[in-house]
């Protein structure tokens, strides 16, 4: 199974072991991370589940779509590795992958 | 407040998206204390919105829908009673019932008892084939009939009935809309845009009509047919009924709580009882920023004013003051909408209502107070915030396509 690290914004590391096929957010808050809420359940609509990837993974994602880069536009601090991560769909590829946790979502 | 013991036992009533909200915030911030979290369904807490979209379209498996799988539920330590109902709270005694016989002692009670689907008072409307939506069984129940080439009848024009309808559309069926009121979505816009809802779901094929009346559902033993109040019949495979929902509040009521439109909860969500709270569907709040009472239906109250509950738990309490959202996703069309729109005196439109994206803002003494978006996900993100900030704005930059409302906001 893929194993993901969650960041918060002090560093705490959260390292979860994850089924492939669903999302970075469902990874997330099914193993109770902090500071990843997912209002919306995972269809774009909320950016509460705003995170900043790590920059060697960045790049390896499918891009986001126009409605993603529409939300993370008015996300809370968004920067250049944004992301919601309810679009990003694990795979074996993406075991490894680092997540950063903003300091807020709401 | 003080901090609750790892003692104390906390009995949440109703495992929906409120009651277990409440329950893993209490783990996240925590609390090491015991969790019970009882529900009528047999289902651990799971996401209720992709129900009339992607659960019952089949894109959605029911595993998806799990916010806590029952294994996460038992490494959190939650522990979960399904398929049982809480019959009785005995407040002196601080147990509560349950309809197997079972009593549970708590320290603090929970009531996040959501909502029930209205069901029609019409002859015939008891029938097998007239479905409600508010459950995973509802919806397993549904689906089974939703079959390319059948026809369906859809009773209400609110999220559910038109989310439906986009959804039976797709499958191939023929979908018929019947809407009491003059147009659809009445309750939670202005007529422009039900006017946009309309024509989109009429240009997919859907045939919508508003302000008819339904004399009666006929056929036996299931419903074949919808007789109109005009005489006319439609042809049904079968009914759905999206007419809104009732809140959960005959166990606080039976309990001697203080019942208005949901239970009575103060800013902290607690009742009069202070060993007792509500959260969710059923809950009455006192709402600061719209300076008076509100009992909403969302997920985002559910899931913050259960965050809330959670926070006054432990001894940390935070006044509940959200700005309301919803939203609905029909075809391909998503419409946002940010804060309660009653009482605005301007409606400044951005884009066209004549295609497929727009912003409709609604203004008070010149505030922005809510606004309804389709295809226009940054101006539903930045008047989110300005909503949130009751800000001054000049009606002609909102208008104005080529501002991006990030612009409007009062420099930090």
Redesign the interface.
């Known amino acids: 199974m893929p194993t993901l690290t969650f960041l918060e914004p002090d560093g705490k590391a959260h390292v979860v072991e994850t089924p492939a096929g ?1 999302s970075v957010m ?1 990874a997330a ?4 991370v ?1 500071g990843i ?1 997912g ?3 995972g ?5 509460t589940c705003h995170v900043y990837i790590d920059q060697t993974w960045y790049g390896r994602l499918e891009s986001a779509d126009e ?1 993603e880069q ?2 993370l ?3 809370i601090e968004p920067g250049p590795l944004s992301r919601l991560c309810c679009q990003i769909k694990i795979t074996d590829e993406l075991d490894g992958l680092i997540a950063r946790i903003p300091a807020g979502q ?1 | 407040m003080s901090e609750p013991a790892a003692t104390q036992t906390i009995v949440i009533v109703g495992a929906g998206q409120a009651g277990g909200e409440t329950a ?1 915030e209490l ?2 911030q925590g609390f090491t204390g015991r969790i019970v979290l009882v529900g009528d369904e047999t289902h651990v807490p799971y ?1 209720r ?2 129900l009339s ?2 659960y019952l379209s089949g894109t959605a498996t029911e595993e ?1 829908l799990y ?3 029952p294994a ?1 539920m038992e490494k ?1 330590r939650i522990e979960f009673i399904g398929g049982v109902r809480a019959e009785r709270i005995d407040r002196a005694a601080r147990q509560l019932h349950l309809s197997d016989g079972r009593v549970l002692d708590y320290d603090k009670l929970v009531l996040a008892t959501g909502g029930r689907a209205r069901v029609l008072s019409l002859p015939g409307a008891d029938r097998p084939n007239v479905f409600p939506l508010r459950s995973i069984a509802d919806v397993q129940a549904l689906r089974a009939h939703c079959l390319q080439g059948k026809s369906a009848v859809i009773v209400g024009g609110g999220f559910i009935g038109l989310e439906v309808a986009a959804v039976a559309t797709k499958l191939g069926m023929k979908v018929t809309v019947l809407e009491g009121l003059p147009r659809v979505l009445a309750r939670v816009t202005v007529p422009e845009v039900s006017a946009f809802f309309e024509r989109i779901h009429r240009e997919a094929g859907v045939d919508l009509r508003t302000g008819v009346q339904i004399a009666a559902f006929e056929g036996e033993p299931a419903v074949t047919h919808v007789l109109l109040g005009d005489g006319s019949r439609i042809a049904a495979d079968f009914i759905l009924a999206g007419i809104g929902q009732l809140p959960n509040v005959e166990l606080a009521q039976q309990a001697g709580l203080a019942v208005d439109n949901g239970i009575v909860v103060d800013e902290y969500s607690r009742t009069a009882d202070p060993d007792i709270y509500a959260a969710g569907d059923c809950a009455n709040h006192p709402n600061e920023f719209y300076g008076c009472r509100l009992r909403l239906e969302s ?2 109250n559910a ?2 004013q259960g965050r809330v509950v959670a926070s006054a738990l432990l001894g940390k309490p935070q006044v509940y003051n959200v700005v309301p ?1 919803f ?1 609905s ?1 029909q075809y391909d069309l ?1 419409l ?1 909408m940010v804060g309660l729109s009653a009482g605005f005196d301007r409606m400044v439109v951005r884009g066209d209502f004549n295609s497929r994206a727009f912003a409709a803002f609604y203004l008070k003494e010149g505030r922005l107070i809510a606004a309804d978006t389709v295809g ?3 101006d ?3 008047a ?2 300005l909503v949130a900030m009751r800000a001054v704005v000049d009606p002609q930059l909102l208008a104005d396509e080529a501002v991006s409302l ?1 612009t409007l906001l009062p420099a930090a």
Do not use: H, Y
Request: with cysteine; hydrophobic share 35%.
């Open positions: 669903v469902e808050t099914r193993n109770m902090p809420i209002e919306c359940g269809c774009c609509t909320c950016a409605m529409g939300m536009e008015g996300a709401l | 893993s783990r996240k996401r919105p992709p979209k992607a998806s916010i806590l799988p996460g959190a997920v985002q899931m913050e959202w939203w996703d998503k946002q226009r996900p940054q539903f993100m930045f989110k915030k990030k």
